[in-house]
């Protein structure tokens, strides 16, 4: 414990000689360096201790003119701002002599930065307007240990701050009682899915219309408008003359056969005992062999609409014609009452086969280069617990409509009814699989202040690390910038974190 505690208190003081050195030339360096923090000739060294329990050191800087800290010593200060105001973060640091402004390029001064879990920050300044300018970023938030060091007159000063924000300190203990995980931000592929709404429709090769086939008068409705069906159901009934008569012929073909075969066998065997001649046996031949076809059409003429040629023989009224589902499905559509005389070409019912429907996807033009014919797609309802998977069949090749968009088709089974056409759904789709650097879990991702953060893990204490994020798919995400491979952060019950945070008051102080 005691070697930890002194680590960063050797690497503060390392820091602050190379920043020396760098500052000052060996030709010109000044023989008066005075501490300023502890008034005596020594390296100043920041109390590594106290800035972990988030006090601060023991030189405690005033307020200066520009609401900055003001670093004095004898007759001259510095006074370090943040400057935020339409630009990113930087120090602008103002200098005095005897509380009075002098020009920046009287003085040269450098500044060390360190935080929790990162490598120190060197800060180089050059002299703009009336001030000195940092030539990096202050990056949130602005939790950190600054180690100054100015010449100025031939004479070196060297001070020391620390500033604590968005940093709470919590137990392993507490971490298990409030139910926080940690995890280590690492390589990983991130699968960004592509969420896109639809609209579950009938399958278009599946829905058929069902029209007599023959004129007649409707006696009897049997089936109507959002029924289930199965195949060779009885739909309606109509009489049709029509019908009549092709029973008729069918009946009137038969009786002929009969008797022509009746013929041919008794001229055969009359020309075979030699009592007639051959000419009569060949025309009763030819008389049977016509009576045959004759049947075999009027058979098939009552095939090609649906009739059994048996249904001639039932005894029942010869007009009457049963219309019949010719698939199983749902009747989307009647146009057929009681007693209407209908043609043979009218739709009378539309039915369409529902064990398989199209989810119908809206693809906006973006889009249309992730969305790809054989892609897999997971469908969900948006107002019922259904979800399934299906196939994109079919990507439209026109771009209309008021969105200006194009349609994707993913084939469904829906054997078991649920799902039905009209809800509306949502279809996810894998874009495309990328190997990204650095990737956290997205339920760590919390807002604090105006951004994304996740509470990095450092000892004992949390502090919110602002990430610039990519790409995502749900689980993971990239992270671009604000946390390092290997880094560990607070996930699961991360909320915890914030309001601990929320608690302690966290402060936005530069």
């Known amino acids: 414990m005691e070697k930890t505690r002194w680590a960063p208190i050797i690497t503060v003081i390392i820091i602050g000689i ?22 005596k000739e020594a390296p100043f060294v920041i109390d590594s201790a106290l800035q972990e ?30 400057f935020e105001k339409g630009v990113a973060p930087q120090f602008r640091l103002y200098l005095y002599h005897k509380g009075k402004l002098i020009p920046p390029t009287e003085a040269n001064v450098g500044i060390t930065l360190t935080r929790l879990g990162a490598p120190a920050q060197l800060f180089r300044f050059t002299p703009e307007s009336d001030y000195l300018i940092g030539d990096q970023e202050v990056e949130e938030p602005h939790s950190f240990d600054l180690a100054i060091v100015a010449e100025w007159n031939g004479s070196t000063f060297r001070w020391g701050y620390s500033q604590v924000e968005a940093r709470v ?9 409030s139910g926080v995980q940690i995890a280590t931000a690492i390589p990983a592929i991130i699968k960004p899915t592509l969420r896109l709404p639809g609209e579950i429709i009938f399958n278009e090769h599946t829905i058929l219309q069902v029209v007599p086939r023959m004129p007649g008068m409707v006696i009897a409705v049997e089936r109507h408008h959002g029924q289930h069906v199965q195949k060779g159901e009885i739909l ?97 559509a009647k146009a057929i009452v009681l007693g209407e005389a209908v043609k043979e070409d009218k739709a009378i019912f539309t039915i369409a086969d529902v064990s398989t429907v199209w989810a119908a996807i809206t693809v906006y033009p973006k889009d249309l ?11 969900k309802a948006t107002a019922f617990d259904v979800e399934g998977e299906g196939t994109v069949t079919y990507v439209t090749t026109l771009i209309g409509g008021p969105t200006r968009a194009a349609t994707a088709r993913v084939e469904l089974d829906n054997h078991d009814g649920r799902w039905r056409p009209g809800m509306f759904v ?34 004992n204490y949390f502090e919110a690390r602002p990430l610039e994020l990519g790409r995502s798919d749900g689980t993971m995400v990239e992270v671009l910038k604000g946390l390092s491979a290997g880094e560990k952060y607070a996930t699961g019950n991360s909320f915890a974190i914030k309001a601990e945070l929320g608690k302690a008051g966290a402060t936005h102080d530069h």
Do not use: C
């Open 18 to 39: 190379i920043v020396g050195i760098i500052i000052l030339t060996p030709a010109n360096r000044p023989s008066d360096v005075r501490d300023v923090a502890s008034d």
């Open 53 to 82: 329990r988030g006090g601060s050191d023991r030189y405690q800087p005033a307020q200066g003119p520009r609401g900055g800290k003001l670093f004095t010593a004898d007759d001259f200060s510095v006074e370090v701002t943040i």
């Open 169 to 177: 300190e919590m137990s392993d203990e507490t971490l298990k009682s």
């Open 236 to 332: 309606a009934i109509i009489e049709s003359p029509m019908l009549a008569d092709l029973r008729s012929q069918y009946l009137i073909a038969r009786k002929r056969l009969a008797l022509a075969q009746t013929t041919y066998e008794r001229e055969k065997q009359l020309w075979e005992e030699k009592i007639t001649a051959k000419q009569e046996y060949l025309t009763a031949q030819q008389q049977w062999d016509e009576a045959s076809i004759a049947l075999e059409l009027a058979s098939e003429r009552l095939l090609a609409l649906g009739v059994s040629p048996e249904s001639a023989h039932s005894g029942k009224n010869l007009s009457r014609y049963e219309i019949r589902a010719p698939i199983p499905g749902i009747i989307t």
């Open 369 to 379: 280069n992730v969305v790809k014919v054989g892609q897999q797609a997971a469908i």
């Open 426 to 459: 949502t279809a996810e789709l894998v874009a495309e699989e990328i190997q990204v650097p650095v990737a956290v879990l997205v339920e760590a991702i919390q807002t604090f202040r105006d951004w994304s953060v996740v509470f990095g893990r450092y000892g």
